[in-house]
Each structure stands twice: as structure tokens, then as C-alpha cells.
């Protein structure tokens, strides 16, 4: 999968930034199966993803296959001034993995 | 001829885990997935794999969910709690083939309040659980599914 999937909002207030990220991914469960050919599937989904300021972890996450297709996640922390980046990093269940950065506005 | 290239293509794929995990490895430390309790069809043995116990019903730990959701493939959930050093938040329904939703790392600084969309199978209990100083604290609530999300 190319890089850039992960969409990212994410805005400092007062000492708090506040981020929204959205990656575009199908999350495929595994469990479902293909109406023409008949055959399953296979899960194909995000498997970790973690966010990082000036080298500090600020969030990670450990994700299921119940995760919604497109998966979406706010939070925030207290850190962060405008025009600072975060870097993304995701790592799917087939192993792709990459790093995405985005500046804080 | 066929067989000869699937094998290169499985070689090339495995490989190219092998350098993913490795170079990920230092970073990712933190957030090891647990493949036993994702892969558990049980919420309690899920549970046990992930927080090393059951929690107790804490009336500090906010969780919002929708009371009915028409469509299963995509719940707004949102999880919140005052409580200091939080250290992780996961979510689990109940009535799902894999009941382990997603595991939240909290580190210092990141304030314990994470909202997310997940996949619920059909009418079932959501329960968000606060791992906090070693302690596990929950809140649970029922969400009413009228078109199941898993196959979809």
C-alpha cells in the first residue's frame, strides 16, 4: 500500500493539541467472502499505529479487525505548538508498514 | 511455472514483514499487539490475555456510545475518565466473533480521553476498560444493533 493514507487534523490550543486522524483502509476482517468468486477474503487491516512528537510518544494503538473500515481516532495531549510534526507510523497485519508526517497548525 | 512464483512471492512478502517488524521493533516497543487476546472468541479469556485480570465497575469511567446504532459497521465510541496515570484504555464487545475491539496506550501527557468507530456484529454490551496505577476500572453499556457490521 502507497504511502499518505492516514488524514490528520490536528490544531494546538492553549498548551493542548487536539488531533483527529483518519486513515483510508478497508480494514478487511477475514471473515467476509467474495460474492462473485465465492472465496474469502483475506483480513488485511491495521494492526498498530502510533504517533509521535519531537520523539515522544503521544498516542498508540493496538487494533482488532472491529475496527470500522476507514478508522478514525481523536485525542489529544499536552504538548505541541503550531508548525511542530508529528510523524505517524502504522503497521498492517501483512507487514507493510510506513511513516506519515503532518504539521500541527 | 505457477508454483515457482508463488513461492517467490511468498518470499518476497515474509521478507519484507521480517524488515517491517525489525525496523518498527524499537519504536513500536510500547505497543506490542497481543495476538492472543485479538484472536480470543471470549471477552473474559480476551481480557485475561490482555490486562492480566478482570476489572471492576467504576463510575469514573465515562463511556459513550450510541443507545442504538442502525448500522453496526461504524459505532461512535467515545471513552473518558479523570483518573491519574492511565496507562491504557481498551474497548470490547461483548457479542463479536473476536471480542478485543482495539487496545489505546496512554502515555504521560496524553490525556485519558480517546474516541474511535468500531464494528459491532449485532445487539451487544460495549465495555471500555481503564488500566490505571495497575488497577482495572470499567464501564459497560448496551448498544442495540439493527444491521450487523462484521460481514459488511
Redesign the interface.
Known amino acids: 500500500m502507497a504511502k499518505g493514507i492516514i488524514r490528520v487534523k490536528a490544531k494546538a490550543v492553549g498548551g493542548?493539541t487536539k488531533v483527529k486522524m483518519m486513515a483510508k483502509h478497508t480494514m478487511e476482517?477475514g471473515?467476509?467472502t467474495d460474492n462473485t468468486s465465492g472465496e474469502r477474503i483475506p483480513a488485511r487491516y491495521l494492526?498498530?499505529l502510533?504517533v509521535?512528537h519531537q520523539g515522544?510518544?503521544?498516542?498508540?494503538?493496538?487494533?482488532?479487525?472491529?475496527?470500522?473500515?476507514n478508522?478514525?481516532?481523536?485525542?489529544?495531549?499536552?504538548?505541541g505548538e503550531p508548525g511542530d510534526e508529528l510523524m505517524i507510523?502504522w503497521?498492517e497485519n501483512?507487514?507493510?508498514?510506513a511513516t506519515e508526517s503532518v504539521k500541527i497548525k | 511455472m505457477s508454483m515457482n512464483r508463488r513461492a517467490v512471492v511468498k518470499a518476497i512478502?515474509?521478507g519484507?514483514?521480517?524488515i517491517?517488524?525489525s525496523?518498527?521493533m524499537p519504536?513500536?516497543a510500547?505497543?506490542?499487539?497481543?495476538s492472543d487476546a485479538?484472536q480470543a472468541d471470549n471477552q473474559a479469556t480476551a481480557m485475561e490475555a490482555l490486562l492480566g485480570g478482570s476489572p471492576q465497575p467504576s463510575a469514573d469511567v465515562t463511556l459513550k456510545v450510541p443507545d442504538s446504532a442502525d448500522n453496526g459497521?461504524?459505532?461512535p465510541v467515545?471513552v473518558r475518565t479523570s483518573m491519574a496515570n492511565v496507562e491504557s484504555i481498551s474497548l470490547f464487545?461483548e457479542g463479536?466473533?473476536?471480542p478485543?475491539?482495539?487496545?489505546?496506550?496512554?502515555?504521560e501527557?496524553?490525556?485519558a480521553?480517546?474516541?474511535?468507530?468500531?464494528?459491532?456484529a449485532s445487539t451487544s454490551t460495549v465495555t471500555a476498560v481503564v488500566k490505571a496505577e495497575g488497577q482495572l476500572y470499567s464501564a459497560a453499556k448496551e448498544v442495540k444493533v439493527v444491521l450487523g457490521?462484521?460481514?459488511?
Do not use: H, Y
Not at chain 2, 478485543?100 to 502515555?107: R, S, T
Open positions: 493542548m476482517t471473515r467476509r494492526q498498530t502510533q509521535m515522544k510518544t503521544v498516542f498508540a494503538a493496538n487494533l482488532g479487525t472491529a475496527i470500522s473500515k478508522p478514525f481516532f481523536a485525542f489529544s495531549f499536552a504538548a507510523t503497521l501483512t507487514g507493510d508498514t | 512478502a515474509s519484507s514483514a521480517l517491517g517488524i525496523v518498527l519504536r513500536i510500547l505497543a506490542a499487539w497481543n485479538f459497521a461504524m459505532v467515545t464487545v463479536n466473533p473476536a478485543l475491539v482495539a487496545e489505546f496506550l496512554i502515555p501527557g496524553t490525556e480521553d480517546v474516541a474511535t468507530r468500531v464494528r459491532m457490521g462484521c460481514d459488511s
